[in-house]
C-alpha cells in the first residue's frame, strides 16, 4: 500500500505547481501568486517602506527579480516607472534591455532607457580594464549614481531594487564572514533619503530566487535567463551555493540566519551607522558638498563616478546630466 501523502493547495486544496518546504506548505498557481504578492506587501507594510501613492521607479535588470517585482507592485495597485541602464556588456546587455522593454510595452508602462556607453563614452568592461578592478566594482557605482539622478530628477519618491532572501542572505554571509561592521549597518532593506539621496527600499526579501523564477514562469514573464558573464569568480554566487547547501538540510536556515540578523542583530549596529553617515570612507567629517563636475553631492571635490568617467573615458563629453554617485554607500 502506498502511504505517500498526495500535497494539496493551503488555501484551495486544489492540485499543486509549487512545494515550499520552508513554509511547510504548498500551492496551486493561482494561490502561489496571491502568496508571492501578499509577501511584498507584507514587507513594505512591516518596513513602513513606501505608502500607497509613492511615485515608485523599479531598477530593471531584464532578469526574473526586477521584473517579477515590477508586476507585483504593479498589481498591488502602486504607481511604478522602471528605468534599465545599458551597461555595454555584449549580448548579455542588449538581451536584458530587450527583455526590460518588452516587459514594459506589453503592459504599457513607462521605461526610462540609460545607456552608459552615449552618455558618459565607457562600458562596464572598459572600465573593468583601466581600473584594473573586478567589473561589479565600477558596474555598482555607475548603477548607483544613474538610478540615484533619475529618481532624484524625475521626483520619484522611493528607488525599490529586485534584492531578494538569497542576494541579502549571502551579502550578508560576506559582511559577517569578514565581521564588517559598517556594511553590516547599512544592510537594511530601507535607506532613508538624505543628503540628497533618494529613499531605497528591497521589498523582495521575504521571497526567494526559486519563488521568483516560478512567478515569471506563472505570469508569463520573460526574463533574461543567463547570468551576466562578468560574475563569473564573484563572491556572492559560491556563498549562495553554500546557503543553497544549508537550505536543504534545514528548510528556512536562509530566512531565519536574515530576518535574525534584522530582528537581534542589525540593532547592534546603529553606532556603526551613524559613524558611517558622519564620516566619509576615510573616516574624515563630512558635510556632503555638490560635485564640481556633475553637481550631485560627494565629500570629495569630484564625486567617484566623475573620477570614474575621467578615468576610464577622458576625451568623453563632460557629464551633462544632473547625476550623483556616493562612493560610500555599501548598498548594492
Ligand atoms: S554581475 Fe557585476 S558586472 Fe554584471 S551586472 Fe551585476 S554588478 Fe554589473
Ligand atoms: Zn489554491
Ligand atoms: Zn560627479
Redesign the pocket.
Known sequence: MNHTKVMRCKVCKGPIVIELRQHNAAFCAEHFIAFCQNQVARTIKKFWMFGPDAKVLVAV?GGKDSLALWDILIELGYDVDGLVIG?G?GE??NE?TQFARDFATRRELTLHEYDLASEHGFT?PDA?KSTSR???????LS?RHIFDSVAIDGGYDVVVTGHNLDDEAAVLWGNVARWQAEYLARQHPVLPARNGFPRKCKPLIRLSEREMAAYCVLRNIDYVVE?????AG?KHLEYKALLNDMEVASPGAKHHFYFGFLDRAAPLFADAFEASDQTNSHGSELPLSPCSSCGQPSSNEICAFCKLVDRVAPSAEPVSVEISARSDMID?
Not at 547570468?227 to 560574475?231: K, L, Q, S, V, Y
Open positions: 535588470s551597461l556588456i548579455y546587455s536584458s562596464v573593468a573586478v567589473p561589479c566594482s565600477a558596474c555598482g548603477k547570468e551576466c558573464p562578468m560574475a564573484n548594492r
